[in-house]
């Protein structure tokens, strides 16, 4: 039985023997638990076949083993996406994410074929089987739409993690290609029946069918299912009646409803799985809220009018407003002490004043390094209390890991093999020619990097341990991606749930590198994507198979980035391109002051000037109300939180307008997938005009998004609570000075 069996038989027995009514479902059920095929030795001489008694009507197709790469079964599947590049790096996911895959499934001749996604957890298990759908015949591409797992809000430090721990991991999805019998023989038995042409024979061969269909275990049939196949097949024998009635007991609503949900598979034939690595909640789904803890608090002393730094301790009002404004990530820049030799002044300049605090990535004095609170913010204990306290409120804390260091640095006396020795004996700063960094050593990996790397695991799990469960790795891009994967993967060995977001803006190959290693998201040039047809084409690729393995968020600004857009479009413009990142990939984040509209470039460059990396803000919160800003932030993560299902790397569709200032998107996510039994769809249109309203059509294609068009769609805008009706194609107006946006869900 099983393989071994069906590959002993010669092909003239394969074709000739009698075969039981379950032929196809032993097989497919090794197959289902993902265990190796047992292996025969092939040899080229020809067995001498038994002589066996006439097959009564059709053999079924018989179930090929395949016993080496690249061998075919029974029915070919060709040409899965995604798929692994060089089987080595499997596309990543968050649990419970929708993907979407296709393939090539095909047999020879007339004859139909049927595909189905089988779904296997960590352990091998199957969860899910879902068919597939033929959507361009001419070139046998099969799709299908799934998710591995159930979406999860749950925290690494929440005890119901050690659930969510279990389902994280490698999945595999298999696609199974097979001959679609029920479908061949309904094709061929309604021409027949209608010609009155070997009517007898064609319904005869049905009932075989069906009743083969009825018994076997592949099909995973409830008892009903069986009795409406048998009486089926009974009614076809029936020749008291006419032709087209024994037909009808076969070709109906509720015998096409198991066709579609527990179809007969013959001649099962799965490719390789291909794998995924299922990542933790958050891994993609994630809003980020970035401040400056010596910010945070920070006074002016009104006697003398100098500036009160804010500490850790103070930092606690930016974690109770980043939870009033619905973000869950706190993302806060190096806290450890910095140097004093060549600080940095305001805006960059190469002198510091008596009171400049210098730049916090100007990393290492006397107090420390990496691994040491600035006493200036507290003690790690004050850290540990920062990180509590964000947990008590459901936020995860990032925090900013930049492997550069000081020339005060403990590690310059320490270890000074690690860094770059000029020809005259003297370590060379960093350098960006013609951009200079004096304040900055950087690390040389040539000469001992695997003391390096030991040296960060060590401090990375410190941290760790400390409550952070997430890194900013400031230019992963200028260090050897090698040492990451090292890293990440000796660190998240111990600790799974940490994540990494790279800061690197570069060429795509190093960018795909280092999610291959191990970087769950990414920063990208989002910022500089302003233009209608530079966004639609940046959604697709930030959407589309890339984000199988580049996970990108969306900033608007960052301490490094002030674009001539947001200069130049006020708070219309913020508005904008928080609308545009919150809900144009599943990550965005937000640098705080972005509710003050802060905007004013520093001459020359794309960056704010007084720059908080050289300089403390005193930053005066009660003017916030007065843009709207934060309360628009803390609507878009609501909207997040609210239609979470519709937030993926792979379901962004762009919906046509006429007028080059309104870009309209879509995300959508199938009843079955959404957890609620409902389809969940987002429909976003911005005027990208910060100065002047826009007019335009919108095309809706209502079948892609399962809606009825005789009925159309009654659409919701989540940011005013209007309501709207859509057809196929829609009027908007948007003006900076009322409506910037709509985003919208289907009410009904």
């Not at 002198?351 to 400049?356: L, R, S």
């Not at 060995?493 to 800061?503: N, S, Y």
């Not at 005066?620 to 932030?633: P, S, V």
């Amino acid at each position: 039985m099983g393989r071994m069996a069906e590959s002993e038989k010669s092909a003239e027995e394969r074709s000739n023997s009698t075969t039981s009514t379950d032929q196809a479902s032993a097989p497919a059920t090794k197959t289902s638990e993902a265990k190796k095929p047992t292996r025969t030795r092939r040899t080229t001489t020809r067995r001498t076949a038994k002589k066996a008694e006439p097959q009564i009507g059709e053999a079924p197709a018989p179930v090929i083993p395949v016993d080496a790469p690249g061998q075919f079964g029974r029915v070919n599947v060709m040409d899965i996406t995604p798929a692994a590049e060089n089987g080595v790096y499997p596309a990543r996911v968050e649990l419970g994410e929708m993907f979407h895959m296709t393939a090539q499934v095909f047999i020879e001749g007339r004859t139909k074929v049927g595909a189905t996604a089988v779904v296997r957890g960590p352990r091998g298990k199957e969860m899910a089987r879902v068919p597939m759908t033929c959507t361009n015949p001419g070139l046998d591409r099969w799709e299908v739409t799934l998710a591995c797992g159930e979406r999860s809000d749950v925290k690494p430090w929440q005890p119901e993690f050690a659930e969510v721990k279990k389902q994280l991991g490698e999945w595999t999805v298999t696609i199974e290609g097979w001959e679609d019998i029920y479908a061949s023989w309904l094709h061929d038995a309604q021409i027949k029946v209608k010609v009155n042409d070997d009517v007898e024979n064609a319904l005869a061969s049905g009932a075989q069918m069906l009743a083969r269909w009825a018994d076997a275990k592949d099909s995973k049939l409830n008892a009903a299912q069986k009795k409406t196949l048998r009486e089926a097949a009974k009614v076809m024998t029936d020749r008291t009646l006419e032709p087209a009635e024994r037909l009808a007991a076969a070709d109906n609503a509720e015998i096409e409803a198991l066709h579609g949900s527990n179809p007969l598979r013959d001649g099962i034939s799965p490719s390789t799985p291909q794998r995924f690595k299922v990542e933790r909640p958050g891994a993609s789904f994630a809003a980020w809220y970035q401040f400056f803890p010596r910010s945070e608090g920070a006074t002016r002393d009104p006697e003398t009018g100098r500036i009160v730094p804010g500490t850790l301790a103070t930092s606690m009002a930016g974690l109770e407003r980043a939870k009033a404004e619905g973000f869950d990530i706190v993302y806060l820049p190096p806290i450890f002490p910095i140097g004093v030799t060549n600080r940095k002044g305001r805006n960059n300049s190469l002198i510091a004043g008596p009171d400049d605090p210098g730049s916090p990535f100007g990393i290492g004095s006397e107090l420390g390094g990496h691994d040491t609170v600035d006493p200036l913010l507290g003690t790690m204990d004050d850290f540990k209390a920062l990180t509590a306290r964000a947990h008590e409120l459901g936020l995860e804390i990032s925090l900013d890991f930049a492997l550069q260091c000081s020339p005060d640095h403990p590690w310059v006396k320490q270890h000074p093999n690690w860094f770059r020795v000029k020809p005259d004996g003297t370590i060379a700063f960093a350098e960006n020619p013609p951009k200079k960094y004096q304040d900055i050593y950087p690390i040389d990996f040539n000469a001992d990097m695997e003391g390096i790397e030991k040296e960060v695991e060590r401090i990375l799990n410190l941290w760790i341990e400390a409550g952070v469960t997430i890194f900013r790795i400031d230019n992963p891009h200028t260090k050897p991606v090698r040492f990451w994967q090292d890293v990440i993967t000796a660190v998240t060995k111990k600790h799974p749930e940490v994540l990494f977001l790279a800061e690197a803006f570069t060429r795509p190959g190093m960018m795909r590198a280092l999610s291959y290693v191990g970087f769950t998201q990414s920063h990208c040039y989002f910022p500089w994507r302003n233009t209608k047809e530079e966004l639609e084409e940046f959604l697709l690729e930030t959407n589309g198979d890339g984000g199988f393995w580049q996970h990108n968020t969306f900033w608007p600004t960052t301490p490094d980035i002030l674009t001539a857009y947001l200069r130049d479009n006020g708070i219309a413009g913020h508005a904008v391109r928080a609308v545009l990142a919150a809900m144009g990939s599943p990550s965005w984040g937000i640098y705080n002051g972005y509710e003050l509209i802060e905007n004013v470039q520093r001459p020359g460059f794309e960056e704010q000037i007084d720059n908080e990396k050289y300089e403390i803000k005193v930053r005066d919160w009660d003017e916030a109300d007065k843009y709207g800003i934060g309360t628009l932030l803390a609507s878009l993560n609501r909207i997040r939180r609210e239609h979470a299902s519709a937030f993926g790397y792979h379901n962004v569709t762009i919906l046509p307008t006429t007028d080059p200032s309104i870009i309209a998107f879509a995300r959508h996510t199938p009843a079955e997938l959404t957890g609620t039994g409902k389809d969940e769809t987002i429909i976003v249109v911005v005027n990208l005009d910060g100065h002047n309203a826009h007019q335009a059509g919108v095309h809706f294609e209502m079948t892609d998004y399962g809606i009825d068009p005789k009925h159309g769609a009654v659409l919701r805008d989540e940011l005013t609570g209007r309501e709207f009706t859509w057809g196929w194609d829609n009027f908007v107006s948007l003006a900076p000075w009322a409506d910037v946006a709509h985003v919208f869900t289907v009410v009904r």
